[in-house]
């Protein structure tokens, strides 16, 4: 597939090419080729044409092609991928009607068909083309094909004035019209079939006035509409159904459901049928596919949606749902050239068939998803796949309080995002919104509709309409989070710290153990925590942690002692192990979010896909697993937001609420990015600083359990296109512990540009195929406060820039006692001016027999303390690693 572009722009004379000897039977195609480039305007290369046709014709003969079944056809001659267009050439009008719905078939959803030497009728009139006769001449199959799909008929001989004059007369080409040399194209229809509107005495365009205060045309906006594309991307070729959610096509549209995500539900399909039932029996053929409210699809009535339409332009936001859109979804009335170029719009209406479609936009410079999902409005609000995600603007025109959302749903979306309602007067409801705090109407108009012909509409009428464009903007850090209070008697920071002398130095030497020199390193970063104002007055009582038992909600005692570091797979017995581990992807894979009801299932399921993950982490055999690693992390991320929703107050021990380590917003609040309400999804920090499968399954390190911001619906994903995604790793102690866990945990949403290794030791530091590009191993000892190359501080400074996407794991620690490194270098990251991290993953040290650590000068409220406050006063997106 060539990669995605604006179609070429012709400049000056066309450069010259050197002639593709084609089958004498087939010289006509070289005309039919040069006619077919009409369709290259609508996106498709020139490339794609050429090549095609090519290979239908070198390597297939009309009787090769209808001894085929077009199944076998794709399986046999393209690798099994439905095509993006196909030039076929019959030999007679009779096996082109035959061979037109059969051949169709082998074109994907917003693909072309293009059929070639389209003949003159050799039996009557040499005027006229059999092909065009309509019903009574062409097969009924085909008729009903070309009516539900894009199609034109393309005159070839424009311009070709010389070869008409060159060619012999008689045969094949009698004069300009009675020749074979005539095209019909086909596209693949990927949206409902509009009913039939000529448009007389309507006006063709209304404009709609806006305030001067607002901004809604993008500055430099093209004085021409500029090329967006025609033609879409579907998981047609990658999945073989286009009922997968594009572009990654590992689950089924919302809706949809089956093996091949080709079935609709069975919540769905009912009411389907009764709307297009209703629809036929009060309008006839007009109603025909659910056209239930015909009145709705007149130019009066859609001026709502291109008012919306409008004021999104303006807005630009990158996630849209758009409820109840019925047969006008927003993106119908859109022009993506003009500046706006969404990440995705979610349309969402019963009378859907269900489609997901990626279509190139910004002059191709960008691509946007359109997905239609065939549920009611009450359904989709439910959906896990749809709640899931983050959207910046809701779209409810037409709102219904009787069948679609209520206004506490409208107004409960993660915040920022705008909503954009348009109603009755009727529904009072709605006509009080907004009534959340920190939300206003930025812009009002109502309509009083002209009467709509009649047939058009059943019963009452609502002519009057209101739409309100409301913003809702972002809580406060603190309202967001529901921040912890101090705790009577709480550990105050300590108000005179000792000047910090930067840089520190020493510890430079490296022992046969390493000891000593960490030891050095660690009474260095102790100093830097302390001159940065982290220390607490007096020294905290190392014995003082919640007694409350944290909950457990897992039941199903898997495995857990995996060797998750050490390749596997080509051992003796490995054979036995694998089938088990199949069992186990297959059965994470199948975890339905919404499904599971109980907190005991999410959890099962959870352990089952951090089991799962865990055994593929250092698997080298050659046994193929049912999935790629990548999907199954999607998976147990997708489960584990699921889980961390409820209300924490389920999921946490009833330790107190409280922070007994309080410190300024100015210490703790700098070197990482904010994004306030992403964090408030992420894992929930437990009391102990361990996390979830320690408590679930007394798993002492596993790297699964954590939500990165990417999986959150809150996280604006434009963030990752800003500039480079960078991994740090200090302390990698191998690479299949943090760094390939890390590498794959945002596997599902990108690779990453560059990852740097730091750590001393060079054992289990063999970075297997696959995982090599862009990586660098640092061998040296990392120090805080050093002002140096080996100061992580100075890298960063040095290496990264704000417009990159910053994650870094710090676990530098060496021994179970004594200082150590982490809480200097977090109070070290925390004071600087420029916030390169935008996530961090550390493991604090302190006083904890039960592990073995007796780290004696730091509790565990302390590090829980810290963490929580850079969460939820700053807004940093922290983790208690691991």
């Known amino acids: 597939r060539p990669a995605p572009g604006p179609p070429p722009v012709p400049r000056g004379p066309a450069p010259s090419r050197v002639p593709v000897p084609l089958p004498p039977s087939r010289s006509s195609s070289c005309i039919q080729m040069v006619a077919a480039r009409l369709v290259l305007r609508y996106g498709i290369p020139v490339g794609s044409i050429g090549i095609l046709c090519l290979v239908l014709m070198t390597r297939m003969s009309n009787r090769d092609l209808n001894s085929y079944e077009p199944s076998s056809l794709v399986s046999d001659k393209f690798g099994g991928s439905s095509l993006e267009a196909l030039l076929y050439e019959s030999g007679s009008d009779e096996s082109t009607d035959v061979d037109l719905n059969a051949m169709l078939q082998l074109v994907r959803p917003g693909g072309y068909y293009i059929i070639g030497n389209v003949e003159y009728d050799h039996r009557g009139d040499p005027h006229s083309f059999p092909f065009m006769g309509g019903p009574g001449v062409l097969l009924n199959t085909t008729v009903d094909t070309l009516e539900h799909n894009h199609a034109f008929f393309a005159d070839t001989a424009i ?14 080409a009698v004069d300009r019209t009675a020749r074979n040399s005539s095209l019909v194209v086909l596209q693949k229809r990927t949206e409902p079939l509009r009913p039939v509107d000529v448009h007389f005495g309507k006006v063709a365009m209304k404009t709609v006035t806006l305030p001067q205060a607002m901004v809604l045309e993008p500055p430099n906006a093209p004085t021409a509409p500029v090329l967006v594309t025609e033609l879409p991307l579907s998981c047609h070729a990658k999945r073989g159904s286009a009922g997968w959610l594009w572009p990654q096509c590992e689950q089924c549209i919302p809706g949809l459901i089956g093996d091949d995500c080709a079935t609709m539900a069975n919540d769905v399909k009912p009411l389907r049928n009764t709307l297009q039932k209703l629809a036929e ?18 130019p009066e009535y859609q001026q ?30 859109a022009d993506f050239s003009s500046g706006w170029c969404p990440e995705t719009i979610i349309s969402v209406d019963p009378i859907y068939n269900g489609s997901s479609t990626g279509i190139l936009c910004g002059g191709g410079r960008k691509t946007s998803t359109i997905t239609y999902v065939p549920m009611t409005v009450k359904q989709a609000l439910r959906d896990p796949v749809i709640t899931s995600m983050k959207f910046d603007a809701i779209v409810c025109v037409g709102c219904d309080e009787q069948f679609g959302p209520s206004l506490a749903e409208l107004e409960g979306f993660p915040r920022p995002y705008y909503l954009a309602l348009e109603s009755i007067p009727d529904f009072k409801t709605f006509m009080r919104a907004p009534t959340a705090q920190r939300a206003q109407v930025i812009f009002h108009q109502e309509w009083n509709m002209k009467s709509p012909p009649e047939g058009t509409y059943y019963g009452k009428l609502y002519s009057r309409r209101i739409f309100n464009l409301i913003y809702y903007a972002a ?38 153990n390493h000891v000593s020199t960490y030891r050095g ?36 005692a898997l495995n857990q002692k995996i060797r998750f570091d050490a390749p596997w797979g080509n051992r003796q017995g490995d054979d036995k192990i694998v089938p088990k581990v199949a069992a186990a992807i297959r059965s994470c894979l199948g975890a339905v979010p919404n499904a599971l009801a109980s907190k005991t299932d999410m959890c099962n399921a959870i352990a089952v896909c951090a089991h799962s993950w865990k055994e593929m982490n250092a698997y080298v055999g050659i046994i193929k697993l049912p999935a790629a690693i990548t999907s199954v992390v999607a998976k147990h991320q997708q489960l584990l937001s699921a889980y961390v929703s409820r209300p924490r107050a389920e999921l946490l021990a009833p330790c107190p609420a409280c922070v007994m380590f309080p410190k300024p917003s100015a210490a703790i609040c700098g070197g990482i990015q904010s994004y306030p309400a992403a964090v408030s999804e992420l894992e929930p920090l437990y009391f102990d600083g361990r996390n979830m499968m320690y408590h679930e399954s007394a798993v002492t390190i596993d790297f699964t359990p954590y939500i990165p911001l990417p999986a959150t619906r809150s996280f604006n994903k434009q963030v990752l296109r800003q500039g480079r995604t960078i991994l740090l790793v200090a302390g990698a102690n191998g690479f299949y512990r943090g760094a390939k866990f890390l590498m794959d945990r945002y596997s599902p949403f990108f690779n990453f540009d560059l990852v740097y290794l730091f750590e001393p030791d060079l054992t289990g530091m063999r970075i297997p195929e696959g995982y090599q590009t862009n990586v660098t191993f640092m061998q040296m000892f990392l120090k805080v406060g050093s002002r140096d190359d080996s100061d992580l501080i100075t890298f960063l400074h040095t290496h990264v820039h704000e417009d990159d996407f910053v994650v870094l794991m710090y676990d530098v620690d060496e021994g179970t006692r004594g200082p150590s490194m982490e809480w200097g270098f977090l ?10 991290v935008d996530e961090l993953y550390i493991e604090l040290h302190f006083w904890y027999p039960h592990l073995s650590w007796k780290h004696e000068r730091h509790t565990g409220y302390e590090a829980h303390a810290i963490l929580t406050q850079m969460r939820e006063v700053c807004g940093a997106a922290v983790h208690a690693w691991p």
């Open 475 to 512: 809580q406060t850090p603190m309202a967001v989070h529901a921040a912890s209070s101090e705790c009577d008697g709480a550990y105050r920071v300590d108000t005179s710290p000792p000047k910090c002398e930067f840089p520190y130095g020493g510890a430079n030497g490296l022992d046969a």
């Open 281 to 298: 029996q009060r309008y006839g053929a007009r109603g025909a596919g659910g056209h239930l409210y015909p009145y709705l699809e007149l």
């Open 304 to 333: 709502r949606q291109k008012l919306v339409t409008k004021l999104l332009t303006g807005i630009k936001p990158l996630r849209v749902l758009d409820l109840g859109a019925y047969f006008n979804p927003i993106e119908r009335f």
């Open 521 to 556: 390193l660690a009474e260095i970063a102790e100093k830097v925590y302390a001159c940065k104002g982290f220390h607490a007055k007096s020294p905290p009582n190392p014995h003082f942690m919640c007694q409350a038992r944290q909950p457990k909600f897992c039941t199903d």
């Open 827 to 836: 109070a070290d990251l925390a004071s600087q001016a420029r916030p390169l």
């Open 159 to 172: 311009g070709r004035d010389k070869w008409l004059q060159e060619a012999k007369p008689g045969g094949w």
